[in-house]
């Protein structure tokens, strides 16, 4: 039977375990502080096996302290994590989120992150102790829009947004996205989720809009909840695989 996850908003006696989990991983902790940081964590039975952190700068954040358990890695808890950590920091409308990674940009890269230079980062969070020491000066450096105001959307001059949903987000929402952005060209914002995603794009999908000249591997398998940013949609449209519209 498949284990269900729930993540919690981390309490003062959960910081004990918070730091020995971060140490077991290489992660620094000598300036953790809940009353600086907000923790989000992930327990199986009693035992805390995910984390992550927002530390706040005004309307800026910087995204650090995430971490899963060796022993239950690639079991969604990441995912769980990230998303309840851009869910907050969207309803304080935060305006950017910034993090420092030596060895995930690739998977911050299908979070909308984007690698920028130092100079480009808000001065509060440069003078962090994350920024100022506690990570290396080789450390990557990526950003990610939250929250900024736009037009409604399918006004005049706006473009409408679609969003395509199925169970896994792994072949026909991705490629309804796909034919969705092709077809209709700048008209549209096309999306795609799952309501359980299986975490990857199906190689043949990739394969089908390889030939049809579109880069299907830049696609990510997504939660509904990674989309809620985009809301609201012009049209929501699932694939009758037994998916219900959120």
Same mark, same amino acid.
């Given at each position: ?12 006696? #959960?910081?004990?375990?918070?730091? #020995? ?12 502080? !809940? ?8 327990? #199986? ?5 995910? %984390? ?12 650090? &302290? ?33 993090? $420092? ?5 690739? =998977? ?12 480009? %980062? ?12 506690? +990570? !290396? ?20 001059? +706006? ?31 096309? =999306?795609?989720?799952?309501?359980? !995603? &299986?975490? $990857?794009?199906? !190689? ?9 000249? =579109?880069?299907? &591997?830049?696609?990510? &398998? ?20 037994? #998916?219900? +519209?959120?």
């Amino acid at each position: 039977m498949e284990t269900t996850y729930q993540v919690l908003k981390a309490l003062p006696r #959960d910081i004990a375990d918070i730091i #020995d989990l971060l140490k077991k991983n290489n992660l620094p902790t000598e300036d953790i502080s !809940p009353g600086q940081q907000v923790f989000w964590i992930v327990k #199986d039975a009693d035992k805390l096996i995910g %984390v992550i952190s927002l530390e706040r700068y005004g309307e800026f954040g910087l995204l650090r &302290s995430m971490v899963t358990d060796k022993e239950h890695r690639n079991k969604g808890i990441a995912e769980l994590l990230v998303n309840e950590l851009f869910a907050y920091s969207k309803k304080e409308k935060l305006k950017e989120i910034y993090l $420092l990674t030596e060895t995930a940009e690739k =998977y911050f890269e299908k979070k909308s992150f984007r690698r920028v230079s130092r100079d480009e %980062v808000p001065k509060p969070l440069r003078a962090s102790k994350e920024f100022s020491h506690l +990570c !290396p000066s080789t450390a990557t450096v990526m950003k990610k829009e939250v929250f900024k105001s736009s037009p409604p959307a399918g006004g005049d001059g +706006c473009k409408k947004k679609v969003l395509f949903v199925c169970v896994e987000n792994s072949n026909r929402s991705q490629m309804s996205q796909a034919f969705a952005s092709m077809l209709a060209g700048e008209s549209i914002e096309a =999306y795609s989720a799952g309501s359980k !995603p &299986s975490g $990857l794009v199906n !190689p043949k999908a990739i394969a089908a809009m390889k030939e049809l000249g =579109y880069d299907l &591997s830049r696609h990510s &398998s997504k939660y509904l909840k990674e989309v809620e940013q985009y809301a609201p949609f012009d049209a929501v449209v699932t694939m009758g695989c037994g #998916d219900a +519209c959120p």
